[in-house]
Antibody, heavy 124, light 112 residues
Framework: QVHLVQSGAEVKKPGASVKLSCRAS????????MNWVRQAPGQGLEWMGV????????SYAPKFQGRVTMTRDTSTSTVYMELSSLRSEDTAVYYC?????????????????WGQGTRVTVSS | QSVLTQPPSVSGAPGQRVTISCSGS?????????VQWYQQFPGTAPKLLIH???YRPLGVPDRFSASKFGTSGTLVISGLQPEDEADYYC????????????FGGGTKLTVL
């Protein structure tokens, strides 16, 4: 049974960085790309980027280029997403979501399993 | 401003049929990239409803169907039920600006 378990809520000050984790289980970690998607309060879904756990290659949404870094640890089946230079507009729930078909770096890819979400609050 | 355009809200009575549109352009849906659909209830993670334009994952009722034509995708919910009240998002890929997965702005479905 596939499970994605995310780290707990974070409160950060503007200008700080936050690093979130997403631990996968129930499948071969390196077989599926992992997306990060966020949702600001009362807003829609926003794709941030994707990491291929097999090799560690990444692709980031243009909006987050230079501010986001996605990494993985194959020994613990965990992916990480670090967002720097936080501002109030980064207050959101952040989800990791497993891609189960396609290559998210070059085409549309559905996500079949999602983590429970991590709430990040950026406030002075 | 989302790359994919959805109506902010739709509504229907139980048993009725509703459609939710997802309008794109020649750099995303019109370029041949697949459309996925997600359902999201308040306070929960999205759930995959439709992938590759028209395919339902196991467990999704056949009341949910979808299609793609030209630069648009459409989600159809037949025999509307109260538990269908949720937010619905389309998703595709856009090849402009170095390429990126993109979501629609979301549609709030109200069951009257």
């Amino acid at each position: 049974q596939v499970h994605l378990v995310q780290s707990g809520a974070e409160v950060k000050k503007p200008g700080a960085s936050v690093k979130l984790s997403c631990r996968a289980s129930g499948y071969t970690f390196t077989s599926n790309q992992m997306n990060w998607v966020r949702q600001a309060p009362g807003q829609g879904l926003e794709w941030m980027g994707v990491i291929n756990p097999s090799g560690g290659s990444t692709s980031y949404a243009p909006k987050f280029q230079g501010r986001v870094t996605m990494t993985r640890d194959t020994s613990t089946s965990t992916v990480y997403m670090e967002l720097s230079s936080l501002r109030s507009e980064d207050t959101a729930v952040y989800y990791c979501a497993r891609a189960f078909l396609g290559n998210c770096m070059s085409s549309s890819c559905p996500s079949d399993y999602w983590g429970q979400g991590t709430r990040v609050t950026v406030s002075s | 401003q989302s790359v994919l355009t959805q109506p902010p809200s739709v509504s229907g009575a139980p048993g009725q049929r509703v459609t939710i549109s997802c309008s794109g352009s020649s750099s995303n849906i019109g370029a041949g990239y697949d459309v996925q659909w997600y359902q999201q209830f308040p306070g929960t993670a999205p759930k995959l409803l439709i992938h590759a334009n028209k395919y339902r994952p196991l467990g999704v009722p056949d009341r949910f169907s979808a299609s793609k034509f030209g630069t648009s995708g459409t989600l159809v919910i037949s025999g509307l039920q109260p538990e269908d009240e949720a937010d619905y998002y389309c998703q595709s890929y856009d090849s402009s600006l170095s390429g990126s997965v993109v979501f629609g702005g979301g549609t709030k479905l109200t069951v009257l």
